[in-house]
């Protein structure tokens, strides 16, 4: 039978756990605010996380959602007394959270059939395998809202190939599942992206879990060395961007639905 509780486990879920088939399969579910990260979706996918490494009948982690945007990125929408420190404690958060799947013993696998935009893009850099499904689409919006996709390069970057990461960086362009598949950033396309990924599951159950341990160590030990080397000052630019004029329009703009002051559509 499958298990939905974990320490942590909020009244109001945004974050759906489950255990079955060895896997423990971590559903974010806010679809209302396309699955914005917010505060409460941050502290229970740390929850799940930490429960699926306490578990041993989890061999691994599937990260997926619902509705028909996988994450929009960071909950622009809460409101806070003190919008700077929102902005450093948001990004202090998403270090931990990225660092966190990364640092998890046991391979996470990210199921997208919907938009993937700023801060989602992020969640999948940081999943060891991802699967893409018809629906998929990527972009790095940052650029269009006055920001930097800062924090989440670190997961983003090392999975890109460079020119392909200058190119949707900059311009913020919307691209594809093959696309993302060529560039590096997905694993797989399949037309039933929940079925491959309980392929990939079966496999799983082969390996033991030390080797599983330490074979993802391996792959991540160097994004691992750029969070130690790079986070406390990508951290403190992000919230430099977010409490600047420019970004304030940006996102102002985007909440209302309208060009930005530097968009010739204005």
């Known amino acids: 039978m499958p298990d939905t509780e974990f320490a942590g486990h909020a009244p109001d879920p945004v974050v759906q756990y489950r255990v079955e088939g060895g896997a423990a399969t971590l559903t974010l579910d806010s679809p209302h605010n396309r699955n914005a990260i917010s505060a409460a979706m941050m502290d229970q996918l740390r929850g799940g996380l930490d429960a699926a490494a306490r578990d041993p009948r989890v061999r691994a982690v599937v990260l997926t959602h619902k509705g028909g945007t996988f994450c929009a990125g960071a909950d622009l929408s809460e409101s806070t007394d003190d919008p700077d420190e929102?902005?450093?404690?948001?990004?202090?958060?998403?270090?931990?959270?990225?660092?966190g799947i990364l640092e998890l013993p046991k391979p996470v696998i990210g199921v997208v059939d919907g938009h993937v935009r700023a801060g989602g893009m992020g969640l999948v850099g940081a999943c060891d395998m991802v699967v893409a499904g018809p629906r998929a689409t990527f972009a790095l919006t940052e650029v269009r809202l006055g920001l930097a996709a800062s924090?989440?390069?670190?997961?983003?970057?090392?999975?890109?190939?460079?020119?392909?990461?200058?190119?949707?960086?900059?311009?913020?362009?919307?691209?594809?599942?093959?696309?993302?598949?060529?560039?590096g950033l997905v694993t797989f396309v399949a037309e039933q992206p929940a079925e491959r990924?309980?392929?990939?599951?079966?496999?799983?159950q082969e390996c033991s879990p030390q080797g599983l341990a330490e074979s993802k160590h391996l792959l991540t030990m160097g994004m691992l060395g750029d969070f130690d080397r790079h986070a406390e000052a990508l951290a403190a630019r992000s919230a430099r961007l977010f409490g600047s004029p420019e970004a304030a329009e940006g996102v102002a703009a985007f909440l209302q639905k309208r060009p930005p002051s530097w968009s010739p559509g204005r």
Do not use: K
């Not at 999975?159 to 960086?169: D, E, H, K, L, T």
């Not at 990924?197 to 799983?204: K, R, Y």
């Open 86 to 99: 929102a902005a450093a404690q948001r990004t202090r958060d998403m270090v931990g959270l990225l660092r």
């Open 151 to 183: 924090i989440i390069s670190l997961t983003v970057l090392p999975r890109m190939v460079p020119r392909a990461a200058g190119r949707y960086f900059l311009t913020g362009e919307r691209f594809g599942p093959q696309e993302a598949m060529d560039t």
């Open 197 to 204: 990924a309980a392929e990939l599951v079966s496999d799983l």
